[in-house]
């Protein structure tokens, strides 16, 4: 697609949070390497996001210079310093560019310094310097900037191409990636979405006020968090209780006739309901009686501070800082600007408030470690909040955008600063504001990674889109390092954004989910056999065309299974399957195509694949119970908790041979296939036949193939190609080559590239063997910490619970799937069982192919089995055909580990074995009969 700004236009869609700066900074470095290619022009459509951008261009410097052994030379277009632009122009490095549409985009009267000839330029214009160098074009939000004005003056850059980078691209020309919400919420590159909603409710017959902010589980019986009027001497005043069943709130407020027949009845945490005797009923998050909108807001405010410290708590030991982000419709309801200067606004003096009594009933936990404790010490309620608004360019102090009215306080330039320009600053616990008030001005180019709650202090705004809001905090999180805490075990334990809404948890939910789904309109929405024709499969680096034979098996097999419905979409039956490990097998001749069948299924859209967005009311602190401390399940514990390294050894020359027998054995290569297709136009041809390049119809095909030797002009370096593939050296490469057999070596001209690909392929899989088979583990004096089992119990969804348990460590156990629910009650009942555990995700094996986290730690009854240690990975089926390589692979090394285990530290064997129900773990563990 051909634009009046380039011949050349490439589209790459990435959603927001997924790390667009890092990845066109990466590409400017690859094209260099690649193409030689050195002048490169960066545009953005606002100031906020040129500072981003300059921002992270200076802090993967180093980064980069490892990967690629060069710095690249950037800086900010600047009119006033056009010695950059001299040095861009002339150095043979890699030079980037940063230019805003608002440096360029204006004419005559309003002519910009980049179209005139300056005297202090050597009469030349900026703008003719930049065309002579033929940049390529970066432009970052492209759909802000298709204005008529900004694409003429785009052309005046005399691009050699434009790459266009964006999560909502308005304009489609030529896409080459797509990385859309649903891809980087499954690939784990985003925050996962937790949502506490607030909805106003009237209780007939009373006017009583009453919020339940929410239910806690507790070593007794659950206890209800509830906002009620009490009177006090010096009037009625709104306080936050913490009640139990039997409380009666008539006698809790101190006699005020509304709460006359208000005694709880009922408190449930699965539910997260508190039920009274008089017939009513609370939902968390419900607030009734007199509710207005500064009680609402007041609600949500101190709903943002408490998830902030709940998350807070367990993130301050990881080094790990939580920032909070207030959007507000007014910047007077933050702070007020007068004649004579500027105060606090009424948010800001609620926040004060709220966050002060937070910080006070924490500070009453005998648990609350002694160094968070002092954390919360040293920071003043007055300064962990503050404003970013708009700054007026000629006094560079904040803007009411109301008014007009500057503010007179410098600290509104540090708070600038802060919050838009010095990213570390403000991601270090030296720094005292953890919670920031923002207008508009953040909604674009400002995206910290440690935004972890988000609130919207405003009515709901259709300009706006929720998506939008959302989208500035969902960056996976770094820590006082840098670090991107992005452990794929850990990475959603970590970083869940929680989002306090206005609204109720659904009718939030509802339209978010819509959201998302209205922008992956580019998605396939059935899956039929044309879908699947012509695709191509990537299997081993061998590229593998869907023929039409293959697309009806897959349409078949999703048909005869219920996984598609009767318009050819994707059903919820697929996606339980998926969740649950249980799907059909396929047919035996699309098993080697696994993987990347399914990935072609899951492409489809479907609203049942969705991201699911959590209620953040149901997520609870679930305590340790009794079990944890029973001798069994510490004996079992001392046995497994051993923290351990592997080693790989072995002769290469064993590896050698092993590829020489498997090539000369397996090495099979396709001759290069030609089709001929034969077509005529069609007669009687519409104009949308034309448009649609339907005006042809092919009558005949013909495939040949060219069976002899090819002369080709390409020089392939066959070496070098199958050790970067496979990741050995050129000399064991060499090796394998030299030891094939020469009928077995000629095959390499029949087609080179076939001939890469599939000894690469072979050769990685005898190296795979070989790893295995050679693998050791030893294991070190270091164990794992207790505090694993408290660290990732604190955010458990109890939607995902069922009923109370009597053997587990802990009363509630959150379940991924239908078989690991049914795998738990049978666990729960069964008499040979003592205690067992659901292991916590930082309890993991260390393998070549990365973490392992097996599933479950069951310790039997003594003299009832034979196996009374036992460590279980459930999966929903045990043909090894249906695990992923790697999951194969890392259960072969679980096994390993658990064997040296055995061999050095426990006395009586720990058994390690794969199940997927409880009948087949009785099966393994052979009960002893009396």
Not at 75 to 91: A, G, R
Not at 156 to 185: M, Q
Not at 788 to 815: C, M, N, W
Request: hydrophobic share 35%.
């Amino acid at each position: 697609v051909k634009t009046k700004v380039s011949g050349l236009n490439l589209d790459v869609e990435m959603e927001t949070g997924t790390g667009k700066t890092y990845c066109y900074i990466k590409t400017i470095f690859e094209m260099n390497q690649r193409f030689g290619w050195t002048k490169f022009i960066v545009v953005v459509p606002s100031i906020a996001i040129r500072e981003g951008v300059y921002k992270s261009l200076e802090i993967t410097a180093d980064h980069f210079l490892e990967t690629y052994g060069k710095k690249a030379r950037f800086f900010i277009y600047n009119s006033k310093q056009l010695h950059n632009l001299e040095s861009f122009s002339s150095d043979a490095g890699i030079n980037i560019m940063v230019i805003n549409v608002q440096a360029f985009n204006a004419r005559g009267k309003d002519n910009r310094r980049i179209y005139e000839e300056l005297d202090d330029f050597q009469s030349r214009k900026p703008i003719d310097v930049i065309k002579a160098n033929r940049p390529i074009l970066i432009l970052d939000e492209p759909q802000k900037m298709e204005g008529t004005q900004t694409l003429d003056s785009l052309k005046e850059f005399n691009p050699l191409f434009v790459i266009r980078y964006s999560a909502t691209h308005k304009t489609e020309h030529n896409r080459v990636h797509r990385l859309d919400a649903l891809d980087a919420y499954n690939q784990k590159l985003v925050k996962k979405i937790a949502v506490r909603g607030i909805t106003v409710k009237g209780l007939s017959g009373t006017n009583a006020y009453l919020y339940l902010e929410g239910i806690e589980v507790s070593k007794q019986s659950p206890v209800a968090r509830i906002e009620l009027e009490i009177r006090q001497s010096n009037g009625i005043k709104r306080t936050l209780r913490r009640l139990n069943k039997g409380d009666n709130l008539y006698d809790r407020s101190d006699g005020l006739d509304q709460y006359k027949g208000f005694v709880i009845a009922d408190i449930n945490a699965v539910t997260d309901t508190v039920e009274f005797t008089n017939g009513h009923r609370l939902q968390a998050g419900e607030a009734a009686g007199d509710v207005n909108e500064i009680t609402l807001r007041r609600i949500q405010i101190r709903e943002a501070v408490r998830a902030h410290l709940e998350k807070e708590q367990v993130l301050f030991h990881q080094g790990i800082k939580v920032l909070t982000l207030f959007f507000i419709d007014e910047v007077a309801k933050y702070r007020v600007y007068t004649d004579t200067g500027e105060k606090g606004g009424e948010y800001a003096g609620i926040f004060e408030e709220e966050y002060q009594d937070a910080v006070n009933g924490l500070k009453q936990d005998l648990f609350l470690p002694e160094a968070y404790k002092t954390y919360l010490d040293h920071i003043r309620a007055d300064l962990t909040h503050n404003g970013y608004f708009s700054i007026d360019k000629k006094s560079r102090r904040m803007v009411d955008p109301a008014t007009g009215k500057r503010s007179s306080e410098a600290d509104d330039v540090d708070a600038y600063n802060l919050i838009l320009k010095d990213k570390e600053r403000l991601l270090s616990f030296e720094e005292p504001v953890r919670f920031i008030f923002s207008h508009s001005a953040l909604r674009e180019g400002w995206d910290n990674p440690n935004v972890f709650v988000i609130c919207t202090l405003k009515h709901s705004d259709n300009t706006i889109l929720r998506r939008q809001e959302v989208g500035r905090g969902l960056r996976i999180a770094v820590n006082q390092h840098g670090d991107r805490q992005d452990n794929p075990l850990t990475v959603h334990q970590t970083n869940v954004l929680t989002v306090v809404a206005g609204e109720s948890y659904k009718d939030f939910v509802t339209a978010l989910q819509r959201e998302i789904g209205e922008s992956l309109s580019q998605r396939p929405r059935v899956a039929d056999e044309a879908y699947f024709t012509g695709k191509i499969l990537r299997v081993q680096d061998e590229k593998i065309e869907v023929t039409p034979q293959m697309a009806r098996q897959i349409y078949k097999y999703l048909l005869k299974n219920d996984y598609t419905d009767d318009k050819d979409r994707i059903s919820p039956a697929y996606h339980e399957a998926v969740k649950d490990n249980t799907l059909a097998p396929l047919p035996e001749s699309l098993l080697p195509y696994r993987e990347q069948i399914f990935h072609l299924i899951d492409s489809v859209y479907s609203d049942a694949a969705l991201p699911q967005i959590e209620d953040d009311r149901m997520v609870k602190t679930n305590p340790l119970n009794a079990n944890f401390h029973k001798k069994e399940f510490r004996a079992l514990w001392d046995r497994i908790n051993h923290k351990a390294v592997y080693s790989v050894h072995f002769d290469s020359s064993e590896l050698v041979k092993k590829c020489i027998d498997t090539l000369n054995r397996e090495l099979r290569i396709s001759p290069l296939q030609y089709t001929i297709q034969r077509g005529e136009q069609k007669d009687g041809i519409s104009y949308d036949e034309i448009k649609n390049g339907a005006g042809f119809e092919v009558r005949e095909t013909m495939t040949g193939y060219n069976a002899h030797s090819i002369q080709s002009a390409v020089t392939y370096d066959l070496i070098g190609k199958i050790a970067e593939a496979v990741i050995l050296t050129r000399k064991t490469v060499t090796d394998i080559l030299a030891g094939i057999e020469k009928p077995v070596f000629a095959l390499f001209r029949t087609n080179p590239e076939n001939f890469i690909t599939e000894a690469a392929r072979l050769i990685k899989e005898q190296k795979a063997t070989i790893i295995i088979e050679h693998l050791a583990y030893d294991t070190i004096s270091e164990t794992h910490d207790m505090d694993i089992f408290t660290a990732g119990q604190t955010r458990q969804d109890f939607s995902k619970t069922g009923e109370p348990l009597k053997r587990h460590i802990y009363d509630y156990v959150v379940t991924d799937s239908k078989a690991e629910r049914v795998f738990v009650k049978e666990l729960d009942v069964s008499s040979e069982v003592v205690v067992y555990a659901k292991l916590p995700k930082g309890f993991y094996i260390p393998t070549p192919v990365g973490h392992y986290n097996p599933d479950w730690a069951i310790s039997f009854k003594e003299g009832s089995v034979k196996h009374i240690y036992f460590v279980a990975e459930t999966k929903g089926t045990l043909s090894t055909m249906e695990l992923r390589e790697i999951e194969k692979t890392k259960i072969q090394c679980a096994g390993k580990f658990f064997d040296e285990i055995n061999r050095t530290i426990a006395p009586e064997n720990v058994r390690y074995d794969r199940v997927d129900s409880y009948g087949k773990l009785m099966e393994i563990v052979e009960p002893v009969l009396f």
